[in-house]
Nanobody
Framework: QVQVVESGGGLVQAGGSLRLSCAASGSTFSLNGIAWYRQAPGKQRELVADIGSDGSTNYKDFVKGRFTISRDNAKNTVYLQMNSLKPEDTAVYYC?????????????????WGQGTQVTVSS
């Protein structure tokens, strides 16, 4: 079973920045797509950004131009650089280390989720 650990969350003022990290075990890390999701209180979990095994990236409109996803296969780690944070970015951020693209959708495999890291943006 893959172990996935997110880190880097915290409390930040609006306009500030945070960098989240997602470290995953396993020798197939470089072959997998990786995605960041978030879940705000009372809301469904939603996709934020994903990065393919080839380094290609996709972003949801609400983070385009503010967030950057990147990967370091040598460290089995994916990052999410979050700039210009807004209060509405407040959520628990989850990483899935085993996603794949199906047409325009991103499918997250069970068993590849981390426990999440809390991001709180104050106004």
């Amino acid at each position: 079973q893959v172990q996935v650990v997110e880190s880097g969350g915290g409390l930040v003022q609006a306009g500030g920045s945070l960098r989240l990290s997602c470290a995953a075990s396993g020798s197939t890390f470089s072959l997998n797509g990786i995605a960041w999701y978030r879940q705000a209180p009372g809301k469904q979990r939603e996709l934020v950004a994903d990065i393919g095994s080839d380094g290609s990236t996709n972003y949801k409109d609400f983070v385009k131009g503010r967030f950057t996803i990147s990967r370091d296969n040598a460290k089995n780690t994916v990052y999410l650089q979050m700039n210009s944070l807004k209060p509405e970015d407040t959520a628990v951020y989850y990483c899935n280390a085993g996603v794949y693209r199906r047409g325009s959708s991103v499918v997250a495999r069970a068993g590849y989720w981390g426990q999440g890291t809390q991001v709180t943006v104050s106004s």
